[in-house]
């Protein structure tokens, strides 16, 4: 079945830098990949997604890259701020399938 | 996100009773699904359903049952609750482009 692996499991980094969060997944027929955000005690939310056709899209401070080929796909969050801070998942849809398999969660800390 | 509600948002039950969850949307999407999240462990997909009458299930079904006569409702039901179901479970539907919108959770604790 599909796996999804995501590092790092926590990340901590001064406001205003870079933020980076990778993703592999195993089943190359894959071709939806969303990234989700969750505050504590709320809801997953969904910031970005990328479809198998393109290679990057951006919106604004965050944007998500895909290598189809090495089989992984990125989030990055430019500019971070303390509102940053969350859990962030990656998660991947199988084409024969209708279900969405999550990554094990990134815990992103932006320190002011 | 209000079109996808959850209840009862807390639950506290004993072991061995029946317990049922409820959720509720109102985009009239075809997909819906249950997760349970739980530390260490992520989003876990329970079960999901891709139309009224219509389930399947997903990574850890096991003790749990679900239904769809309705398209706007799928209730998650634990029938004997045990010790290591206390978690939090998300409802979530599918938009016409597989996005997935979440329910708020319902925290449920199994004692």
């Known amino acids: 079945g599909e796996n999804v692996e995501q590092h790092p499991s926590t990340l901590s980094v001064q406001e205003g830098d870079s933020a980076v969060i990778k993703c592999t997944y195993s089943?190359?027929?894959?071709?939806?990949f969303p990234w989700y955000k969750q505050e504590l005690g709320k809801r997953p939310q969904l910031i970005i997604d990328?479809?198998?056709?393109?290679g990057e899209k951006k919106d604004q401070r965050i944007a998500v890259t895909l290598n189809k080929t090495a089989k992984h796909f990125s989030l990055h969050i430019t500019e971070t701020q303390p509102e940053d801070s969350a859990v962030y998942f990656c998660?991947?849809?199988?084409?024969?399938?209708?279900?969405?398999?999550f990554g094990g969660g990134t815990r992103l800390m932006v320190k002011p | 996100d209000a079109g996808i509600t959850q209840s009862p948002r807390y639950k506290i039950t004993e072991t061995g009773r029946q317990v049922t969850l409820m959720c509720h949307q109102t985009?009239?999407?075809?997909?819906m699904f249950w997760y349970r999240q739980d530390l260490g462990h992520g989003l876990r997909l329970i079960y999901y359903?891709?139309?009224?009458?219509?389930?399947d299930k997903g990574e850890v079904p096991d003790g749990y049952v679900v239904s769809r006569s309705k398209t706007e409702n799928f209730p998650l039901t634990l029938e004997s609750a045990t010790r290591s179901q206390t978690s939090v479970y998300f409802c979530a539907s599918r938009g016409d482009w597989h996005e997935q919108y979440f329910g708020p959770g319902t925290r449920l604790t199994v004692t």
């Open positions: 990328i479809r198998s056709n393109v």
């Open positions: 089943d190359s027929a894959s071709n939806y």
């Open positions: 998660a991947a849809l199988m084409n024969a399938g209708n279900m969405l398999t």
């Open positions: 985009w009239s999407h075809s997909y």
């Open positions: 359903s891709a139309a009224a009458d219509i389930t």
